[in-house]
């Protein structure tokens, strides 16, 4: 057990810590703030505009924002709020934010020159970033991919782009989506399956369990699901479209042996017969859980 003396003066000891502790986070802070006034002073900050950002770091002073920035190939200019302390960087393709209320904005980064190291008067490459090496070098690595490949009826959940961040792809109201729905960037700055990451299209159409390519039982692709049609309401209109979209000139509807597998669509109306595809006809469709009729809908295509 420790004596009373031992006791005080070890809390004596703790506290002379705390104390010291707090004097060097408030030197930290008062250092941070007169480079931040004297970079202030010395650069042209526009207070009046700000562009969006890719990138946000808080807290951070105007020094190591300006650093990160001139580290960035991607990088071409900083937000700064020197109440929230709080770093933004901007690319080139930025637009404009309506509030800027407390932002400090410039695209002059020279504050930093001579400050960084082994990567001062380095060419940085768009998607890379400047390293600095302990031995006094420098290297340059990849840390993003380019902009996310645009798919047609289609958006993105976000807009990252660092490497190993994912996106999801999902296609826009009325379409469905179908191939790989998430991209990954890759180390080597690519996405993955960049050449066809997704695919969104309206109401879709293949054959399933044929002879031969030109017929077999119809399945339609709605919400994210291929469902086979059951035969009582499927119509020679129907048949004729559905093989026009298939590649072919027309065809019969035929029936085929129900299938009791996967998600079965019963539907109201019919096609005209002039439609390019079946999302063009008058059709209403409906999900329904169990197909008591004996048949599904199926198709003999003609003509290429």
Not at 109 to 133: A, Q, R
Request: with cysteine; net charge neutral; glycine share 8%.
């Amino acid at each position: 057990m420790l004596s009373p003396e031992i006791f005080q003066t070890e809390n004596r000891s703790a506290g002379k810590m705390k104390r010291l502790i707090r004097l060097s986070i408030t030197f930290v802070l008062l250092l941070i703030s007169s480079v931040h006034l004297s970079i202030i002073n010395h650069v042209h900050f526009d207070d009046d505009t700000r562009r969006v950002a890719y990138h946000t770091a808080a807290p951070y002073g105007t020094l190591q924002c300006g650093k990160m920035c001139a580290l960035e190939g991607r990088c071409i200019a900083i937000n700064y709020h020197k109440g929230a302390r709080t770093c933004e960087l901007v690319e080139q393709a930025a637009t404009v934010v309506l509030d800027s209320a407390g932002w400090v904005s410039t695209s002059d980064i020279t504050f930093v020159n001579g400050k960084l190291g082994s990567c001062s008067n380095v060419s940085i490459p768009e998607l890379n970033e400047c390293v600095p090496l302990r031995n006094g070098g420098q290297t340059s690595m990849i840390k993003y991919c380019p902009a996310t490949p645009s798919v047609p009826s289609c958006y993105t959940t976000s807009t990252s782009r660092s490497v190993r961040d994912a996106v999801t792809y999902k296609c826009n109201p009325d379409f469905n989506c179908t191939e790989n729905l998430n991209g990954i960037c890759l180390p080597n700055g690519q996405w993955s399956s960049s050449s066809s990451i997704a695919q969104c299209f309206q109401d879709s159409v293949r054959l399933d369990s044929g002879t031969n390519q030109t017929e077999g039982r119809v399945e339609i692709y709605r919400d994210g699901v291929w469902g086979k049609v059951i035969g009582a309401s499927w119509y020679a209109n129907d048949a004729a479209v559905a093989c026009r979209q298939l590649g072919y000139s027309g065809g019969n509807a035929t029936l085929k042996l129900k299938s009791d597998f996967g998600k079965l669509w019963s539907k109201s109306g019919e096609c005209v017969g002039n439609e390019l595809k079946i999302a063009d006809c008058p059709i209403d469709w409906f999900p329904i859980l169990q197909n008591w009729r004996p048949f599904n809908a199926g198709v003999n295509c003609t003509g290429n």
